[in-house]
């Protein structure tokens, strides 16, 4: 145990303190050297409209499958992307293999093309190159602006107002999609729902989990529906797992959904064979 007198505080260090401060720096080192190695994947998860069945797009999150550890959480290592600015090359990674990807899977199934809907973090949204780099990167891979749906959180934005509002219309210039992610969680939901040109809200999960539980949790749910429908918007349920959630959420005219119950994020060649686009296989 070692101990270090700060001017008015002592601080312990505890063996497991230790162990995590050196796991984080372990990580962050195997993390730099991850991409290169293509160590990165992005699996795609389906969202399903509720009314036909039909896939109507997928959402790309980032897996890291390290060559010990075996598959790390974005929730583990996105965090120490984002502190240490590593988050910005990723973020362009991400986004150019998720369009090159769906571009090519559209080419398959161009009775359905899918929309693609991509994860962005605060850091990534404080850099001033952000517009221009996801201009560039939806030139050199082809893929059409109006399919792609960038999602964010309430406190992407909240975090530097001014700049996202600038960032946010340039690209609704460009017709680029806006979601914004978990839905509810964060403060002051409502006056950013006419402040920021937002095209689509995803109901956080924990108030989908809630809703069987009945009583004011339901109500809760239908609130933001109707909110997102009076607003032109489109919504989906994230998190849906049960065959009761889904009934609950049907009930509530929400028209899309997303979630175990339906589909687990997969790798692209696993989507390509999955019962979705092909509706003989069953499974
Ligand atoms: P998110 O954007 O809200 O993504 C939804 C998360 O919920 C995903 O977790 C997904 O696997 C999980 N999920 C989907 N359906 C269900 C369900 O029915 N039940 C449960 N329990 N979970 C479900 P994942 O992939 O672990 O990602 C966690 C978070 O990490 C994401 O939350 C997002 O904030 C961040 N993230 C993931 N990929 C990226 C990325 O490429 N870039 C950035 N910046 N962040 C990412
Ligand atoms: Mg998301
Ligand atoms: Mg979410
Ligand atoms: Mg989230």
Redesign the pocket.
């Known amino acids: 145990q070692a101990r270090i007198l700060g001017r008015d505080r002592l601080m312990v260090f505890t063996p497991k303190m230790h162990e995590k401060a050196r796991g984080a720096m372990e990580t962050l080192m195997d993390l730099r050297q991850a991409m290169e190695k293509d160590e990165l994947i992005l699996f795609y998860?389906p969202i399903i409209h509720v009314d036909s069945g039909k896939v109507t797009g997928v959402?790309?999150?980032?897996r890291w499958k390290h060559p010990h550890r075996g598959m790390v959480?974005?929730?583990e290592f996105?965090p120490i992307a984002e502190e240490t600015g590593l988050?910005l090359s990723m973020?362009k990674w991400?986004l150019k293999k998720a369009c090159t990807d769906i571009k090519a899977f559209n080419a398959l199934y161009p009775n359905n093309p899918l929309t693609l809907s991509?994860?962005?973090?605060s850091k990534?949204f404080a850099n001033t190159t952000l517009f221009e780099q996801i201009r560039q990167t939806l030139t050199e891979t082809g893929f059409p602006p109006e399919r792609l749906k960038l999602?964010i959180t309430e406190s992407v934005v909240m975090g530097n107002a001014e700049a996202a509002v600038i960032t946010l219309s340039k690209l609704k210039e460009i017709n680029v999609r806006i979601s914004i992610?978990?839905f509810g969680t964060g403060y002051s939901s409502l006056s950013y729902l006419h402040r920021f040109p937002a095209d689509s809200l995803k109901i956080d999960?924990s108030f989908i989990r809630r809703m069987h539980l009945g009583g004011e949790n339901m109500e809760i749910v239908r609130t933001i529906v109707t909110l997102g429908k009076a607003l032109h918007m489109e919504i989906t349920a994230?998190?849906?797992?049960t065959a009761e959630e889904l009934a609950m959420v049907k009930e509530l005219d929400c028209p899309c959904v997303?979630?175990?119950?339906f589909a687990?994020?997969m790798p692209l060649e696993e989507l390509k064979t999955s019962r979705f686009f092909h509706p003989l296989l069953k499974g």
């Open positions: 998860q959402e790309a999150l980032i959480s974005p929730a996105i988050i973020g991400i991509v994860n962005l973090s990534e999602e992610d978990d999960r994230e998190g849906v797992e997303q979630g175990f119950y687990r994020p």
